[in-house]
């Protein structure tokens, strides 16, 4: 594993071969690094409450959520699914929290917070302008990022040797993303998932090196694609 100078990340490194790929592009990320220990920090309305984040870290720090990120290069960009539960039943347009950036500039080793911006929701009962209001890429990202999140919870349970109900995830994870916008993300995570299920009546037992190994992989490439979504 490679961990600490890449902002908290890590890499799971399956063979000697991927160690001086691993260290160019860590040194490479470092060597861009336009932000670090970088945290999004959400502030909600009274009569709103904050549900989970997918695939992150997050905290409560007095009145607020904290989300880390990491370290970001120039030009990197990361995307964050938040659950918000907002209570009502008036329809329109409703203002539901502010978000704020906050950083250490890697030159000064200054904290730099940046400005909150306010964030709204419209509450429609047309089920037609809801759909309507779709984004499809978000869509998708949100279903590949939901997969990932069960998958891990099913490496979680395959590594207790509870395969059945580690295939009853798999399962969840397969039917989310087929309720998703079709695309080649989608489809890929599908059939990730999908040999995964399958492969681990062939794995055997758990404890075994070559289980081992192959659940470190299947990990890693779940952590990975959470945290660059």
Not at 160 to 170: R, S
């Amino acid at each position: 594993m490679v961990a600490g100078g890449g902002g908290g990340n890590y890499r799971y490194l399956g063979d000697p071969e991927r160690i001086v790929a691993a260290l160019e592009s860590e040194f490479h990320t470092a060597s861009r690094t336009a932000a670090s220990e970088v945290e999004i920090i959400i502030r909600l309305k009274r009569e709103c409450r904050f549900g989970s984040v997918l695939g992150r870290d997050w905290r409560r720090d007095g009145d607020a959520y904290v989300i880390r990120l990491g370290d970001l290069s120039a030009g990197e960009r990361r995307t964050v699914f938040a659950k918000l539960n907002v209570a009502g039943e008036g329809i329109g347009l409703r203002e539901v929290g502010d978000v704020a950036l906050r950083y250490r500039d890697p030159l000064t080793s200054k904290v730099v917070s940046a400005s909150a911006k306010g964030v709204s929701l419209e509450l429609v009962r047309d089920e037609r302008a809801y759909r309507e209001g779709f984004d499809r890429s978000v869509q998708e990202k949100r279903a590949v990022a939901e997969a990932n999140v069960l998958v891990q919870e099913a490496a979680r349970l395959a590594d207790q040797g509870k395969k059945e109900e580690a295939k009853g995830m798999l399962g969840k994870a397969a039917a989310g993303l087929a309720a998703a916008p079709p695309s080649p993300a989608v489809r890929a995570e599908m059939d990730s998932a999908n040999r995964y299920k399958n492969s681990l009546d062939t794995m055997g037992d758990m404890n075994s090196e070559a289980a081992k190994g192959a659940q470190k992989a299947i990990k890693y490439r779940s952590y990975d694609t959470l945290q660059q979504r």
